[in-house]
């Protein structure tokens, strides 16, 4: 953790490892509830956003969700922990280090609206959900002390995380015991949330940086920053940066100062806002402000505060190229822009890093899947992509002459150490093949007929193994049978698997010290 400017968010954390409550009362003080009309007046004097990426004001969602809670009853605040994103850790390392000013932002809020109980989402089994555990115990116990943290009912619930995990209607879906994946239509949290009940639904830095404006008044929160974009943020940095960190600055600061302190290489460009982010040249660095506002001027969007340099030491192309197939990997897999074209443009981009690609086949893959998908997570992607085929345009021009640019590709940009998901293949027994073509018929995204009528197959992921089971079942001649690829064969249907395959910081699936092609992680090699 570091820091620029005055300590706010960060406060104490010089000293202890954790802010347990009596060390943060002695910093902060008791949280006194405050009226609805009071907050919102605050959160719009200040212009308060939603820190999450999208930046939604925060004054507009306390009031929707009192107006729904106003016609039907009961409501929820809902904290966002669930950052999915490989690349950011603020909101772990608040959860973590500050715990009690997120849950004296949320239960504020829950105060003023009336609301049956505060829930905290946060990635299970990770510290940070150890620590909020602790954090609402010992609120717990201080309350039978006659303390007044307690309040509302405080509730932790660890999801399974992934990429889309931090995803609003993924996440009241994962809270409310379903598949954490978005729904196919949207859903405003405000409306119907947690248990179908209006919801406040925010980030966590959000809630902490609302305890603080209540502690301060909008005065005295306004001393840092900028005029339009008052206090502080919290920003990751890591990729090529010398020292990966968490850092507090004001609002206006230049990204070149940020980059400094982490003694960051630029090298071919700078990705802000995370993996739906997209990328800076060195020349537009050099002169960007750190705020929503410097950021759009620049041609990119602050979004949840990532910022990661490339550095002088890797293939700026083929970091893409593994952050394109993750993206592909950790889709829901329930529309075909993200099971389909997702895979295509990872595809697409690898045969660039191969040289043996085109700029025109990617745009191809990529205006296929924008603007169709059940969520946002295919124009995430898209912007991604095509940001990186601007950043990169003299590096693709290499690789395309020369079949490379000449550097290795190191692994800089972040990516979660995971078990992979299952993978499947389709085998034939070519002695019973008669080329009936059912196969590509029930599955024609995997299975491809040549001229006369046979099939070949691509690898299959996961969530498509129902449907491959089903064609295995079809097969007039029974020639079909699926195997797992990184678990050990079989014949029918899937098995356990064995040792799990692990994405490793260098973006290659490895099994027992054996690489495996890096395509087959989201299903588009070759059986």
């Known amino acids: 953790m570091l820091r620029m400017g005055p300590a706010r968010l960060t406060a104490g954390l010089d000293h202890c490892r954790r802010l347990d409550l009596p060390a943060h009362r002695t910093l902060h003080g008791v949280m006194e509830p405050r009226e609805l009309g009071e907050l919102i007046s605050y959160a719009n004097e200040v212009d308060m956003r939603g820190r999450g990426g999208a930046a939604f004001p925060f004054a507009r969602k306390l009031r929707a969700v009192a107006d729904a809670a106003r016609s039907g009853g009961e409501c929820v605040v809902l904290v966002n922990g669930a950052e999915g994103e490989p690349a950011s850790s603020k909101d772990a390392m608040l959860l973590t280090r500050n715990p009690h000013l997120v849950l004296d932002g949320a239960v504020l809020a829950a105060e003023a609206l009336g609301a049956r109980e505060v829930v905290v989402a946060t990635a299970g089994g990770e510290v940070a959900e150890a620590s909020v555990t602790a954090a609402v115990n010992e609120r717990r116990a201080a309350n039978v002390s006659g303390g007044a943290e307690s309040r509302v009912p405080i509730r932790v619930v660890g999801i399974k995380e992934r990429f889309i995990s931090g995803e609003g209607g993924a996440l009241v879906k994962a809270v409310n015991g379903e598949e954490g994946i978005p729904p196919g239509r949207k859903k405003r949290a405000a409306t119907s949330g947690v248990d179908g009940l209006p919801t406040l639904l925010s980030n966590t830095e959000t809630y902490a940086q609302f305890a603080l404006l209540a502690e301060y008044g909008p005065e005295k929160y306004a001393e840092v ?9 919290l920003l990751t940095v890591s990729g090529g940066a010398a020292h990966g960190a968490v850092i507090e600055a004001p609002t206006g600061t230049y990204l070149s100062d940020v980059l400094g302190l982490c003694e960051a290489e630029i090298g071919d460009g700078v990705l802000i806002g ?254």
């Open 274 to 527: 995370g993996y739906h982010g997209a990328w800076l040249s060195a020349d537009v660095v050099e002169t960007a402000v750190i705020s929503r506002e410097g950021m759009k001027q620049a041609g990119a969007t602050l979004g949840a505060g990532i910022i990661v340099p490339l550095g002088e030491s890797t293939c700026a192309l083929g970091e893409a190229a593994r952050v394109a197939a993750f993206l592909a990997a950790e889709s829901a897999g329930q529309c075909g822009p993200c099971r389909l074209g997702l895979p295509d443009i990872a595809k697409a981009m690898y045969a660039l890093v191969e040289g043996t690609g085109s700029i025109d086949a990617v745009r191809r893959c990529v205006r296929g899947v924008e603007r169709r998908g059940a969520c946002f997570h295919p124009d995430g992607t898209a912007k991604f992509v095509l940001s990186a085929l601007d950043a990169f345009e003299v590096e693709i021009a290499q690789h395309l002459e020369q079949g490379s640019c000449g550097r290795p590709v190191r692994g800089v940009l972040p990516m979660p150490e995971r078990e992979a998901e299952p993978e499947y293949r389709l085998e034939v027994d070519w002695s019973r093949c008669q080329g009936h073509g059912l196969c590509a018929h029930l599955l024609p995204e995997f299975v491809d007929l040549d001229d006369y009528g046979f099939p070949s197959f691509r690898q299959i992921p996961g969530f498509m193994a129902k449907e491959a089971r089903r064609a295995v079942d079809m097969c007039p001649a029974l020639a079909l049978r699926l195997a797992q690829t990184n678990g050990g064969d079989h014949g029918g249907g899937p098995k356990p698997a064995g040792r799990p395959l692990r994405l490793v910081k260098d973006g290659v699936m490895k099994k027992a010290g054996e690489s495996v092609p890096r395509l087959t992680r989201v299903g588009i090699a070759r059986a």
């Open 225 to 233: 920053g900028t005029a339009k974009e008052p206090g502080t943020i």
